[in-house]
């Protein structure tokens, strides 16, 4: 299983973009990278999938360079609902996703 | 859709003392998941059900913990006895596909259990 790479914490303020990267530099071929969050007393929550290029939701877009060694989830003007701990996972259809420490995000006003 | 149910919420026991916890998934998903997730860390898988067999227990302490999903919906997580360092939030998610890549997991709010 690819192992990911993140910062523990990162702080911004409200109305900001917010860029989190996550290193995989053993990705797979067959890996997909997904991103979750998660709320104080809350379960995970999905966020966003992609495997190469850029990839855009309601909620976040998720850029990945053409070697795919690394991978940016971007939240745009970010408020302060949005402090929460992000996960970068790695994982293909035979193996399940491993969660690391994630990066906790706090929104400042 | 209904999401996935957990119980009890919250959990306080002493140590070396026994507590299960219940895991209702999504309907019609096949795969369930136990992890555990001690505070500041990211979760920990303990646990893969395909239906009601078992794909993956390679991280369950066997010795204290053991898991059921007898008809394949819903599910238990034992404990017993209790350590101290079991205290944790105890999450079930469960998935469509036998992985979560293409259908992403979904979570219950978890249990919280603090061993005293």
């Known amino acids: 299983l690819a192992k990911t790479t993140q910062p523990i914490s990162m702080d911004s303020y409200e109305g900001q973009e917010v860029n989190i990267t996550c290193s995989h530099n053993?990705?797979?071929?067959?890996?997909?990278i997904t991103w979750y969050q998660q709320f104080p007393s809350q379960g995970p929550r999905f966020i966003i999938q992609g495997y190469k290029t850029k990839v855009t939701n309601e909620v976040a877009s998720l850029f990945i360079p053409a070697d795919r060694k690394s991978s940016t989830l971007s939240l745009p003007r970010v408020s302060l609902s949005d402090t929460a701990v992000y996960y970068c996972l790695v994982a293909n259809n035979n193996n399940d996703m491993r969660f690391g420490a994630g990066t906790r995000l706090t929104v400042k006003p | 859709e209904a999401g996935v149910a957990q119980s009890p919420r919250y959990k306080i026991i002493e140590k070396r003392q026994s507590v299960a916890f219940w895991c209702n998934p999504i309907?019609?998903?096949?795969?369930l998941y136990w992890y555990q997730q001690i505070l500041g860390q990211g979760p920990k898988l303990l646990i893969q059900f395909q239906n009601n067999g078992v794909v993956d227990d390679s991280q369950l302490p066997k010795d204290r913990f053991s898991a059921e999903r007898l008809k394949g919906v819903d599910s238990t997580l034992k404990i017993q006895p209790a350590k101290l360092e079991d205290s944790a939030v105890y999450l079930c998610?469960?998935?469509?596909?036998?992985?979560?890549?293409?259908?992403?997991?979904?979570f219950g709010s978890g249990t919280r259990l603090t061993v005293v």
């Open positions: 998610a469960s998935s469509l596909a036998q992985t979560g890549v293409n259908y992403g997991y979904t």
């Open positions: 309907s019609g998903h096949a795969t």
């Open positions: 053993n990705i797979a071929t067959n890996d997909y």
